[in-house]
């Protein structure tokens, strides 16, 4: 992940996260716990509406591709869905075991 807006200076940072197709969670990434809303070989979509959390939370959305590693979340508030609060896009690798 990298943070910055358009134009700006951009740094890298890393993030920890976790889609759990089992269970039809992900986590993470800062966003807290959200459903995983669906999923096929090439595409997992998760999200959360406001409608789902207390008042004046954000609305997630996210796409993550299994294949090639690429996520990208986008954070919209609840007062103004249309704005985006927060925009990442993440290049996913699969975690080593812990032994």
């Known amino acids: ?6 134009g700006s200076i951009r740094s890298r940072i890393t993030t920890l996260g976790l889609i759990d197709l089992e269970n039809k969670r ?3 990434f800062g966003i807290g716990k959200v459903p995983v809303l669906s999923a096929s070989a090439t595409e997992v979509r998760f999200g959360s509406s406001a ?11 996210g796409q993550f591709d299994p294949i090639g590693g690429g996520m990208e979340i986008v954070v919209r508030s609840a007062k103004r869905p249309s704005e985006i ?10 975690a080593q075991p812990i032994s």
């Open 85 to 94: 609060s927060l925009r990442m896009e993440l290049s996913c690798q699969t």
């Open 1 to 6: 992940m990298f943070s910055g807006t358009d």
């Open 51 to 61: 409608l789902e959390e207390e008042a004046g939370s954000h609305r997630i959305e």
């Open 26 to 28: 992900a986590g993470g």
